[in-house]
């Protein structure tokens, strides 16, 4: 893809530790991810992707450590992807097939800023 920019999508979502997803539930799941994610690829606009845990530290300025992962509004960071498009219009709309949309979740879409 010439001339493409990076972004960075983030999936965010409000974990129910109480849903148990039925076997044919997770079956679709995983489909409709892995139809995203084999859908970029194949158009060339997948740089990578991934699924974070529930296990997790938080590292404060002063050095102190927590157990846990952060929550604001109910919801954290299950995921990224870094996704190449000539313009951030472009990423939102590949952020709007994201299945995470249909699950409840939301996708943050930031440009990616060279070091």
């Known amino acids: 893809m010439k001339n493409s920019n990076e972004f960075m999508l983030l999936f965010r979502f409000e974990p129910n530790f109480d849903f148990k997803p039925t076997a044919e539930q997770e079956a ?6 892995g139809a995203f994610i084999g859908g970029l690829a194949i158009q060339e606009k997948l740089v990578s992707t991934h699924q974070l845990g529930f296990d997790g530290m938080k590292i404060s300025a002063d050095q102190s450590t927590n157990n846990g992962i952060t929550r604001a509004e109910n919801q954290t960071l299950g995921g990224n992807m870094i996704v190449k498009a000539n313009d951030i219009k472009e990423a ?9 949309l249909t699950m409840g979740g939301n996708v943050e879409v930031r440009n990616i800023l060279p070091m």
């Open 92 to 100: 939102v709309e590949i952020a709007k097939g994201c299945p995470i």
């Open 28 to 33: 679709q799941m995983h489909q409709a991810w």
